[in-house]
């Protein structure tokens, strides 16, 4: 460890840690669920960190929330109800909310601690929440599922950490079976999927548990952030059956379908070609998914 840095060390990605140089620790707390801290990076702005993990930082950020909330819902049209796992920082929820078409916007994240410390260090995030269409519920997204009514939701995205500690359920077949029923027929789900380069064992395990239980398209896809490790993070797509869903061809873009009177600032990183581009695979793991 070099003293004045950050370094992200985890049995999860043993060997390696990638490092940020601090200039200044601006929280540090525990909560029921996880450690809590955030710090000013020399380079990467404020940095959000859970359990040892980076969960976000303000200059990379938007390349993970927008592609895990506008490959979903730029791949049906309308989605009007949606429901975020996780993502108590209100990254996601900002995104949504460029949505025009969404009505209801449902958030169950397990921490509370999330929520006010992105409330008071990571504004231009946190803004998410302010959108009228949002409601909070604090609590665990697994028993948040159970409990939804049948059909309900347009979209599920699963804006989850890491499988150690308290998102592990988030990543077995049981929580996946409550997604599909929680969804109507042709709804989608995108849910964090680690990375090729360090999970494909894990990665193996999703896609299998997700093509026995979503009857529609079950599709990976990916992006690059560089704060995350190995600078890459992937993600489930998945549709129950229905409506046929074609996430490789978006028919809802979010050009056209833009809230309008929002506090929110232009995209960043998102675009119609981006969207396709997600899907393509490097043959390594192309090779793994697509033979499951
Ligand atoms: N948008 C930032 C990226 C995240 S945040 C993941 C969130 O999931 C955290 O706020 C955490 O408290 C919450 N969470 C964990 N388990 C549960 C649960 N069971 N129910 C509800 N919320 C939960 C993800 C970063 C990925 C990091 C990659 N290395």
Redesign the pocket.
Known sequence: VIPGWFSEISP?WPGEAHSLKIEKILFQGKSD??DVMVFQSATYGKV?V?DG????TERD?CA??EM?THLPLCSIPNPKKVLV?????G??LREVARHSSVEHIDI????KM??DVSKEYFPD?AVGYEDPRVTLHV????A?LKAAQEGSYDAVIV????PI??????FEKPFFASVAKALRPGGVVCT?A??IWLHMHIIEDIVVNCRQIFKGSVNYAWTT?PT??SGV?GFMLCSTEGPEVDFKNPINPIEANQNQNTSIGPLKFYNQEIHAAAFCLPSFAKKVIEAK
């Open positions: 999860m669920y996880q959000l859970l993990v980076i969960q976000l950020e993970y929330q895990i796992i996780g993502g108590g920082d990254g996601v169950c994240e397990i921490d999330v929520v995030v609590g665990d997204g697994v948040f804006d989850s950490s890491d500690g308290p998102a592990q359920e988030l964090q680690e990375s952030v995350y490790p993070i």
